[in-house]
């Protein structure tokens, strides 16, 4: 197997110069748009915080008064994933709005098919932002691929006018403004920009577990100047995200030499090669980084990074490959470290790969977890209640 030589953080020293930075600013231009009547920008409310990107840029990550954007795949394959992000919106009483008319970004379209066009592609992004915009809360993005595909449609209707002039009678047609965000904002910068206040709620230690994490590339490799980057995390030269939130909670991240490597889904290719998404997943990813480092888990922060991650290791182990790293998205292990139900909250039973070890080694006695799960779902199957509420999942 060829390694790719890792990046130290000392290798190189991180610099943030905006005025030096290969691109300009595209905050600069969506502001004048507006000014020419162009279209409303949604501006990001308080209250916020202001984090690094890549070139050393200020991005607004609002803490509140949130309208969250959820994934198609997570509610389909990994639910516990986005019920940990609304469980923590809840554990700190923040003001947050679960949309019920919200519409998939379609990027599978983009990415995978190519069955769609520009203007759809773009409507269908100021359709969910207008959605927003109208309840008064601000888009935040549970999944990669919608965040991604977001910047680039954003990117492209700020140096199309054609396209603009497509996008506004569409909206018109809709009854709707063409609107569009101040900042493109993923989940996983919240929950960076939340790790102090998360771990100063932290219930279970997590000193003594070891972890990898996969940037998802749909985060850090589209629009890459709109990631964030901290000097304190590989001197700033990989993006900060996740791997910040894991130190915060007392986590030993592990480094490994394939860090930059697709986690195997790739889009296309999941689509027409599964076979070769699952073998990549489990040689280039899990393999390295038990070889190199053999951690107690992985963390990511993409719904087709968790499921390709988590649900390749089955074939993997067929053929006796090393697998059996537990995998889970920075909103579960965040959530976990205050206390939330492994079962009701981050609903572990649906990850293929068995995560009771890891569990157990945080402590965490999973056979009496499970048989209070089970019997809240006992209720449901009675007709003794319709689902489980909040205050289910606290008890």
């Known amino acids: 197997m060829i390694h790719l030589p890792v990046l130290k953080a000392a290798d190189r020293k991180f610099k943030a110069d905006p005025d030096n930075a290969p691109t300009t600013d595209l905050r600069d231009e969506i502001f004048q748009l507006e000014k020419e009547g162009e279209w409303e920008v949604i501006r990001v409310p308080e209250p916020y915080m202001e984090l690094p990107t890549k070139y050393g840029r200020m ?10 954007h959820k994934s198609c795949g997570q509610c389909g394959h990994i639910p516990g994933y986005s019920t940990s992000i609304f469980w923590l919106n809840r554990a700190f009483d923040l003001d947050y709005h679960d949309p019920t008319d919200q519409t998939s970004c379609t990027a599978w379209n983009y990415y995978a098919s190519a069955t769609s066009n520009p203007e759809a592609q773009a409507a269908v992004a100021i359709r969910n932002f207008a959605a927003a915009h109208e309840v008064g809360y ?42 569009i965000p101040e900042e493109i904002v993923h989940y996983s910068e ?69 860090w930059f490597d697709c986690c195997g889904f790739g889009f296309r290719h999941i689509l027409v090669s599964r076979d070769f998404s699952r073998s990549f997943s489990v040689q280039r990813k899990i393999e390295v980084m038990i070889e190199e480092v053999n951690p107690d888990i992985t963390v990511t922060h993409d719904t087709g990074c968790v499921t390709t991650l988590d649900q390749s290791q089955f074939a993997g182990k067929a053929h006796n490959k090393k697998v059996g790293l537990p995998v889970m998205a920075d909103s579960q292990v965040a959530a976990l470290a205050m206390g939330a139900h492994p079962y009701k909250v981050l609903q572990l039973h649906w990850h293929n790969t068995d995560n009771k070890a890891f569990l157990e080694k945080l402590g965490i006695d999973w056979q009496q977890k499970w048989k209070e799960f089970e019997q809240e779902v006992g209720k449901i199957k009675s007709g003794e209640k319709e689902f489980m509420t909040w205050e289910d999942a606290e008890s």
């Not at 991005?59 to 969250?68: A, D, M, V």
């Not at 995200?241 to 991240?253: E, F, R």
């Open 138 to 179: 601000f888009p935040l993005i549970h999944c990669g691929t919608s965040f991604g595909h977001y910047k680039e449609v954003r990117h492209a209707l700020v140096h199309q006018p054609e396209l603009r002039r497509k996008v506004k009678k569409i909206m018109e047609r809709l009854g709707k403004k063409l609107v």
């Open 190 to 258: 919240w929950v960076l920009a939340m790790k102090d206040r998360i771990a100063e709620r932290q219930e279970i230690d997590m000193s003594n577990i070891t972890a990898t994490v996969h940037p998802a590339c749909h985060y850090h490799k589209l629009i890459e100047e709109d990631a964030i980057y901290d000097s304190e995390i590989y001197g700033a030269q990989r993006t900060a995200i996740v791997t910040g939130t894991l130190k915060a909670l007392g986590i030993n991240v592990g480094d490994y030499s394939t």
């Open 59 to 68: 991005k607004k990550i609002p803490l509140e008064k949130t309208w969250h």
